[in-house]
Structures are given as C-alpha cells and as structure tokens.
C-alpha cells in the first residue's frame, strides 16, 4: 500500500519560515530517493528537492540556499525547511519518490503573503 500524507503548510509572511513533513509508506520509503514537488495555480508541477538514501541531496535553482531536505530514515519521514520565503513559493507542496510514481497525495498549501 502506498501512503504519502504531506503535511505542515500555512499562511507565511514574505521572508518567514515553515517545516513541511511528509509521511511515507516503508515500502516507498525505504529503498528510494524521496523528493518535493510542488504546483501553483495555473502551473505546472515543477521538482523542488530530492534527497537520496545516501543523504545525498539536489535543489532546483530557484530555492538552493532557502530550502533545505532532510529524511529520517527510522520514521519513513521527509522534510523540507523552508526559509526566507517568497511570494513565488506560493503553492501546493507535494513529495513523492524522486523520480517521482504515479501516485500522490493531497499535498500541503503553502501561502506566501506580502
């Protein structure tokens, strides 16, 4: 059984922070890369970050040095701290294996307000 519930996400003044956390099913968990996507309105999916199981991580461009990935590997659980956020950062979060499969789950809405 697959399980992906992403959670963490609120409204956020420009330059604040958040956590988001995702829970995974072992079975995805366990044995491959995990990464965060994420979709603003009237856009496209788009990659965010992966972290491998080595801890080895890789960040898009426009959040490499805002954003950091971590995994805790004995909870089947995925990080993602989110800070110095902006009002592009606006959208709904998403993890998912790295490259990610077919399913996924609600994500987590992320505002970013001025």
């Known amino acids: 059984q697959v399980q992906l519930v992403e959670s963490g996400g609120g409204l956020v003044q420009t330059g604040g922070s958040l956590r988001l956390s995702c829970a995974a099913s072992?079975?995805?968990?366990?044995?491959?890369?995990m990464g965060w996507y994420r979709q603003a309105p009237g856009k496209q999916r788009e990659f965010v970050a992966l972290i491998r199981t080595s801890g080895v991580a890789d960040y898009a461009a426009s959040v490499k040095g805002r954003f950091t990935i971590a995994r805790d590997n004995a909870k089947n659980t995925v990080y993602l701290q989110m800070t110095s956020l902006k009002r592009e950062d606006t959208a709904v979060y998403f993890c998912n294996q790295a490259p990610p499969a077919m399913y996924w789950g609600q994500g987590t809405q992320v505002t970013v307000s001025s």
């Open positions: 072992r079975n995805i968990f366990s044995t491959n890369a």
